[in-house]
């Protein structure tokens, strides 16, 4: 099974440098399917493999930890790999039957992959500056992706994007340089051990600066500006990718360093206070939107602070929430934008006011939509009730009253914003902008990941089992902690 981790990274690499080599785009096309075919693969035999014998090390080059740079695979980033990957096979497959977006980007299957591979490494790096290379691959692949086919108007929209992106990557970079000059490690397993030996002032300064970092990414509160002018400036397949999977990276990376590195024995007042601001203002931001891209975009920022607050309950319900609600959210926030992709792409616009009746020219689109829109809002038996009941349940055994009330307040306002897309693009009678049918691959590609969060919904149980084990494991450190170290010495 070591090799199959070794294998996460080299598989999206190597079709990377094949993509470029390939001089057909057939041939690209088929290299990038097989590879992230192989890549989802792969990871469900490590969620497999991790779950039933613990984590797998691979120490890079023979460089035993914690000088080495080691690849950790536990339970939450083979959770997290597993549904990544599913997303990124799933909006590949619309990309191509969507035919425009790699006919005129001759190198968007390189691109595509090396953004893979940055996901890839960035759950798997077990030290801090790697982490930090990671986010690096993933930026410089979404500022290709982000700018393909943009005009000038897209391109300052997405200038707010780059520019943020290179501050937090400045942040992280002092980050790395005050832990190291601290603990005199990078390693997050060292980190772990030599951190508690720090002055505890300097720790929370360092927690706190590292929580901003990775909270620009993910886009909490009050960090979430960039996000809503730059996302729903891409293609579709670009927006549903990005909407999917980096915030959640962020997220992931605020979960694994919080637990691990920066402990708490009882819920976080200000984290809380953060999840709830974000999910109030990121609906109430849907709400004010005319645009279906917008829209979802605020609800990106919305579904954030669900995660969020998960984590600030620092138990192991809460994370186990937080754990099950991210993976429904990869999900279906990768669907939702495809289907605003297939809306856009039958009559050319995603405004409200321009569109109408879709339901009754394209039933198939509303389908689509309309499973995605209520897993969205948490309503049973969909995937995101599964979530945010493990949540409030969370909230209620910690004792958190308010923010589950906020929680829930938000999940009507929610309800209320998906309500608006079907009234407006949905239903009514179909404007005459509607002349496109969707391509048969775009559907089955939207349909596929329809279907996962349908099976998310339907296994919640032993999902949030799974889950449970690796909040577990975060909260107790010692797994991973052992795991890391034991193979390094």
């Given at each position: 099974?070591?090799?199959?981790?070794?294998?996460?990274?080299?598989?999206?690499?190597?079709?990377?440098?094949?993509t470029?080599?390939?001089?057909?785009?057939?041939?690209?096309?088929?290299?990038?399917?097989?590879?992230?075919?192989?890549?989802?693969?792969?990871?469900?035999?490590?969620?497999f493999?991790?779950?039933g014998?613990?984590?797998?090390?691979?120490?890079?080059?023979?460089?035993?930890?914690?000088?080495?740079?080691?690849?950790?695979?536990?339970?939450?980033?083979?959770?997290?790999?597993?549904?990544?990957?599913?997303?990124?096979?799933?909006?590949l497959?619309?990309?191509?039957?969507?035919?425009?977006?790699?006919?005129?980007?001759p190198?968007?299957?390189?691109?595509?992959?090396?953004?893979?591979?940055?996901?890839?490494?960035?759950?798997?790096?077990?030290?801090?500056?790697?982490?930090?290379?990671?986010?690096?691959?993933m930026?410089?692949?979404?500022?290709?992706?982000?700018?393909?086919?943009?005009?000038?108007?897209?391109?300052?929209?997405?200038m707010?994007?780059?520019?943020?992106?290179?501050?937090?990557?400045?942040?992280?970079l002092?980050?790395?340089?005050?832990?190291?000059?601290?603990?005199?490690?990078?390693?997050?397993?060292?980190?772990?051990?030599?951190?508690?030996?720090?002055?505890?002032?300097?720790?929370?300064?360092?927690?706190?600066?590292?929580?901003?970092?990775?909270?620009?990414?993910?886009?909490?509160?009050?960090?979430?500006?960039?996000?809503?002018?730059?996302?729903p400036?891409?293609?579709?397949?670009?927006?549903?990718?990005?909407?999917?999977?980096?915030?959640?990276?962020?997220?992931?990376?605020?979960?694994?360093?919080q637990?691990?590195?920066?402990p708490?024995?009882?819920?976080?007042?200000?984290?809380?206070?953060i999840?709830?601001?974000?999910?109030?203002?990121?609906?109430?931001?849907?709400?004010?939107?005319?645009?279906?891209?917008?829209?979802?975009?605020?609800?990106?920022?919305?579904?954030?602070?669900y995660?969020?607050?998960?984590?600030?309950?620092?138990?192991?319900?809460g994370?186990?929430?937080?754990?099950?609600?991210i993976?429904?959210?990869v999900?279906?926030?990768?669907?939702?934008?495809?289907?605003?992709g297939?809306?856009?792409?039958?009559s050319?616009?995603?405004?409200?006011?321009?569109?109408?009746?879709?339901?009754?020219?394209?039933?198939?689109?509303?389908?689509?939509?309309?499973?995605?829109?209520?897993?969205?809002?948490?309503?049973?038996?969909?995937?995101?009730?599964?979530?945010?009941?493990?949540?409030?349940?969370?909230?209620?055994?910690?004792?958190?009253?308010l923010?589950?009330?906020?929680?829930?307040?938000?999940?009507?306002?929610t309800?209320?914003?998906?309500?608006?897309?079907?009234?407006?693009?949905?239903?009514?009678?179909?404007?005459?902008?509607?002349?496109r049918?969707?391509?048969?691959?775009?559907?089955?590609?939207?349909?596929?990941?329809?279907?996962?969060?349908?099976?998310?919904?339907l296994?919640?149980?032993p999902?949030?089992e799974?889950?449970?084990?690796?909040?577990?494991?975060?909260?107790?450190?010692?797994?991973?902690?052992?795991?890391?170290?034991?193979?390094?010495?």
């Open positions: 099974m070591t090799a199959v981790v070794g294998l996460l990274l080299v598989i999206p690499l190597g079709a990377v440098a094949l470029l080599l390939l001089p057909k785009l057939v041939w690209r096309r088929s290299v990038s399917l097989i590879a992230s075919t192989a890549t989802l693969i792969a990871s469900v035999a490590v969620l493999g991790v779950d014998d613990g984590p797998i090390i691979v120490n890079v080059g023979g460089w035993e930890a914690p000088l080495g740079i080691a690849l950790v695979a536990d339970r939450f980033a083979a959770l997290m790999l597993s549904v990544s990957a599913a997303a990124l096979l799933g909006v497959i619309f990309a191509v039957g969507q035919r425009d977006n790699d006919r005129a980007f190198s968007f299957h390189a691109v595509y992959q090396t953004l893979a591979a940055g996901v890839v490494l960035a759950f798997l790096t077990g030290d801090l500056f790697t982490l930090f290379v990671a986010f690096e691959i930026l410089t692949a979404s500022y290709v992706l982000i700018t393909h086919r943009a005009g000038p108007e897209q391109i300052r929209a997405t707010t994007y780059v520019v943020v992106g290179l501050v937090a990557s400045g942040l992280f002092v980050g790395i340089g005050l832990i190291y000059a601290a603990t005199g490690t990078v390693n997050l397993a060292d980190l772990s051990v030599r951190l508690a030996e720090v002055d505890p002032a300097l720790r929370t300064a360092i927690g706190w600066l590292f929580f901003m970092v990775f909270g620009i990414k993910a886009a909490i509160f009050p960090l979430f500006f960039w996000l809503p002018d730059s996302y400036t891409a293609v579709a397949p670009v927006t549903a990718i990005f909407a999917g999977l980096l915030t959640k990276v962020g997220v992931y990376a605020i979960i694994r360093t637990t691990l590195l920066f708490a024995d009882k819920p976080s007042t200000p984290i809380l206070l999840a709830g601001l974000t999910m109030v203002i990121g609906v109430l931001g849907a709400i004010a939107q005319g645009d279906i891209k917008r829209i979802l975009s605020f609800h990106i920022i919305s579904q954030i602070g995660m969020i607050m998960g984590l600030g309950f620092f138990t192991v319900a994370i186990a929430a937080a754990i099950v609600f993976v429904h959210q999900v279906v926030k990768t669907v939702m934008f495809l289907v605003g297939l809306v856009e792409n039958s050319g616009t995603g405004r409200l006011k321009e569109v109408a009746g879709v339901l009754h020219k394209f039933p198939v689109i509303a389908v689509l939509f309309l499973p995605a829109a209520l897993s969205l809002a948490g309503l049973p038996p969909f995937s995101g009730f599964v979530g945010k009941l493990a949540l409030v349940q969370a909230g209620f055994e910690s004792g958190r009253w923010v589950v009330a906020v929680s829930l307040f938000a999940s009507v306002l309800l209320f914003s998906m309500t608006k897309i079907w009234s407006g693009a949905f239903w009514g009678t179909p404007t005459d902008n509607l002349v049918a969707p391509a048969a691959t775009m559907v089955m590609a939207t349909g596929g990941l329809v279907a996962l969060s349908l099976v998310i919904g296994a919640g149980q999902l949030l799974i889950a449970t084990r690796a909040a577990g494991d975060l909260l107790s450190q010692e797994s991973y902690r052992a795991a890391v170290l034991v193979s390094g010495s």
